[in-house]
């Protein structure tokens, strides 16, 4: 009996940067990506929108989004901290579903970190609490004496 390679119905994913969290879901479709309901293409800015697009064309070189949709979901954040949750988001969206049953797609995997390792990796960086005797977390009050 013959194993059948078959795709996944839809995978579900997720993206975070600072206070910035997207949430993807990669589905079978006609190659149509949507942010916030929108499609990619009207993002604005246009910085903004071509950083988000680098794991589209990474993909779409190696013919891994045609049959593809892909719906993300942005909240919290500014808008390069939402761009950068929405790339990481993409990316592993489309590394998990064109890995199949066996798992992730591991050719895709390896162009992406080649490229960027933020595409698959959160940044855990975070705003550094503020300090007592101080505006912010290392500005201290002055004294002009001694």
């Known amino acids: 009996m013959a194993r059948r390679k078959h795709k996944k119905l839809a995978v579900e994913t997720s993206g975070k940067r600072k206070t910035a969290i997207a949430r993807a879901v990669v589905k079978p479709g006609k190659g149509r990506v949507r942010v916030n309901s929108q499609p990619i293409e009207i993002f604005e800015p246009e910085i903004a929108r ?11 070189a190696m013919n891994r989004t045609a049959d593809v949709d892909i719906n993300v979901d942005t909240q919290g ?10 790339r990481t988001a993409i990316a592993r969206g489309l590394v998990k579903y064109n890995g199949g049953a066996e798992g992730d ?4 995997y ?9 595409l698959l990796v959160n940044d855990p960086r ?9 505006r912010g977390a290392r500005a201290k009050w002055q004294k002009s004496y001694r």
Do not use: C, N, T, W
């Open 50 to 60: 071509r950083k988000a697009m680098e794991p589209l064309v990474i993909a779409e």
């Open 110 to 118: 390896k162009e992406y970190l080649r490229f960027d390792r933020s």
């Open 105 to 108: 797609d591991e050719e895709l």
């Open 126 to 134: 975070r705003k550094e609490p503020k300090h007592q005797l101080g």
């Open 77 to 86: 954040g500014g808008v390069m901290g939402q761009v950068d949750a929405i």
